[in-house]
């Protein structure tokens, strides 16, 4: 069979079909690695998403601590314990902090103030006295925590007595930043189940004989206790099952997530990362699970090795149909070719006999023919199909897609438009360096007009003018674009339905000075120069619509003419672009 095969395809025949092979394996490698990357590109974002969330959530919490060293600078004097049950209170920490155990006062009390600082706890909670007992001189122990029912073992503990705490608190202390113990116990923790403290120092300038160190102003820490199992809990709630991770202080494990169970089954990805988290380095080991690798698998890159070996093996068949014609062609006429030869002195006595072979022989031809047009046209469809492939697989995954993907492909849709905007506002800044257009003569206000009715601005928005230029020659072109982006800008971030854009213009030395102020929200001083950089925007881009590259160009058009564009505040509302606009006269 492979001598018969050999016999009929000739060497291009192999040459197109080993084409059309490489043509196969490649769009497979190249599909196969696009669909890797993809699926790697959401591992990435979902790990980022578990890891933002915790970061987030810590952030909150720090800003809690903050809080409660606030509100005891502003205490006049000792806060006592029912004044921190209001704070506390007033924080809801059930409901605003899920995860946090409690907010609490640890004191700070040296060896001379130990007495006093007895006696004054006492008052407010009979029986206190800090434990265990240890070799340090000074004391750290918890005088306030709330809700104090939940967490009425951990009053009068005492920092210094174990390592993890006294180290972190000192830390705090030396370096006045917030700091979080090394993996612990929380003594109102019956399972035992790993925590931290997270501490904030307090420093006073007026330290009372109770606690505090007179000489530095330190007072204490304000201190939230973790327990890690029921942090991730209050922070990953609402989160997917795609991603199972599990955390890790040096060589002590802090939490496993459980939701996420893979068995024996072998991640598609996996990777560590090292996070700084207050002064201690958490490693956070992610993994995808089961439900990831059902989502992101896809059957495309088979399907288009398949169909590409299909189509090879049709181009075989059709190559050796085409061979097994041409050879019958050519038989017949070689075999024509020697009758002729043999009967050439029968010439008269066999010319119909010869004409009628001859018909033969051309008909023989136009099937030929024929069948090399219509075999070719055939081969088409196929090759149609490998184009056709890639929406068909699309449009065959529609019904099965889950609500999560549906809303990818929108979002992914809303980037591309985005995407296109940004291409167009980058081609126009693109082109600032480009030859300038011809200068000619313009109607100042005319344009200005013109310029305003072009952004088609919303019925509540008017233009008022305030200018005696008249005619000037300039480059029509680059003004026009200057005063519609920033019209356009003072348009599209005006926080209400009316408004006013004006216009006011004057002569100076080297040009036109062109002021264009608005009665909007104003620029912050801070971001007065920002704005002008790229891509720069003072609103989420999903709530306006915006490149980023507006006022960039407006400013690249200005300078490149050897003008400047800067931005006056109009207090309490509305601001003002201030363009010098070098003209040649």
């Known amino acids: 069979m492979k001598k018969n095969i050999l016999r009929y395809l000739e060497w291009y025949h192999w040459l197109v079909v080993a084409l059309s092979l490489a043509l196969t394996l490649t769009a497979w490698q190249v599909t196969k690695i696009q669909a890797e990357e993809k699926a790697y590109n959401r591992f990435k974002f979902q790990s980022d998403q578990v890891i933002e969330l915790i970061n987030e959530r810590m952030a909150k919490y720090e800003e809690a601590l903050w809080a409660g060293v606030a ?7 000792s806060v006592t314990r029912a004044q921190w049950n209001t704070f506390a209170a007033s924080l809801n920490i059930e409901q605003r902090f ?16 130990q007495d006093s600082y007895i006696s004054w706890q006492t008052q407010s909670f009979e029986g206190f006295a800090p434990y265990p007992d240890h070799n340090q001189s000074e004391w750290w122990p918890i005088s306030y925590i709330e809700p104090e029912s939940a967490n009425s073992k951990a009053v009068g503990l005492d920092m210094a007595h174990e390592e993890n705490r006294y180290t972190a608190a000192l830390k705090a202390r030396y370096e006045r930043v917030t700091q979080m113990t090394g993996p612990i116990t929380l003594v109102q923790d019956q399972r035992k189940t790993p925590g931290f ?51 890790y202080d040096g060589e002590d494990k802090l939490y496993e997530d459980i939701s996420v169970k893979v068995g024996d089954f072998s991640p598609m990805f996996s990777e560590s990362r090292n996070i700084d988290m207050y002064g201690r380095t958490w490693t956070f080991n992610l993994r995808s699970s089961p439900e990831f690798t059902s989502q ?18 049709l181009l075989i068949a059709l190559f050796i149909a085409l061979s097994r014609t041409k050879n019958k062609a050519t038989e017949l006429a070689e075999r024509t070719t020697r009758h002729l030869k043999k009967r050439k002195d029968e010439l008269e006595k066999t010319k119909s006999k010869l004409l009628k ?91 200005v007009e013109e310029t305003f009715n072009l952004n088609s601005p919303p019925k509540g928005f008017r233009l008022e003018l305030d200018s005696n230029i008249g005619e000037l020659v300039t480059d029509k072109e680059s003004l026009s ?7 356009n800008n003072s348009v599209k971030h005006h926080d209400k339905e009316n408004g006013t854009v004006s216009v006011s213009s004057t002569y100076t030395d080297k040009g036109v000075e062109i002021r264009v102020s608005d009665d909007g929200p104003g620029v912050a001083e801070e971001f007065k120069e920002k704005v002008f950089e790229l891509f720069h925007t003072l609103r989420p881009r999903d709530e306006v619509e915006g490149s980023g590259l507006g006022l960039a160009i407006v400013r690249k058009i200005v300078e490149k003419r050897g003008g400047s564009c800067q931005i006056e505040q109009n207090l309490p509302r509305g601001v003002t672009f201030v363009i010098h606009w070098v003209i040649a006269r």
């Open 71 to 77: 509100m005891l600078h502003v205490m006049p004097d």
């Open 98 to 113: 899920p995860g946090i155990n409690g907010i609490g006062v640890i004191h700070y009390v040296p060896l001379d103030k």
């Open 197 to 247: 403290l997270l501490f904030a120092p307090w420093y006073s300038d007026s330290i009372p004989p109770y606690y505090g160190d007179s000489e530095s102003g330190f007072a204490g820490l304000v201190y939230a206790p973790f327990i890690v199992e029921r942090l991730m809990g209050g922070t990953l709630s609402n989160f997917n099952d795609l991603i199972g991770f599990s955390i």
């Open 296 to 313: 992101t698998e896809t059957s495309e890159p088979k399907l288009i090795l398949v169909t590409g070996v299909v189509i090879d093996v």
């Open 357 to 447: 072979q001859n018909e033969e022989l051309v008909e023989a031809n136009k099937e030929l023919d024929r069948f090399a047009f219509v075999a070719s046209h055939d081969l088409k469809a196929p090759l149609r199909g490998v184009a056709q492939l890639s929406e068909w697989i699309e449009s065959d995954k529609e019904n099965s897609l889950s609500a999560t993907s549906k809303e990818y492909f929108s979002l992914l849709r809303s980037r591309i438009l985005r995407l296109e905007r940004l291409l167009n506002a980058l081609l126009q800044y693109s082109r600032v360096d480009k030859k300038q257009q011809p200068e000619e003569v313009i109607d100042f206000e005319a344009l």
């Open 481 to 487: 674009r200057v005063l519609g982006n920033i019209i």
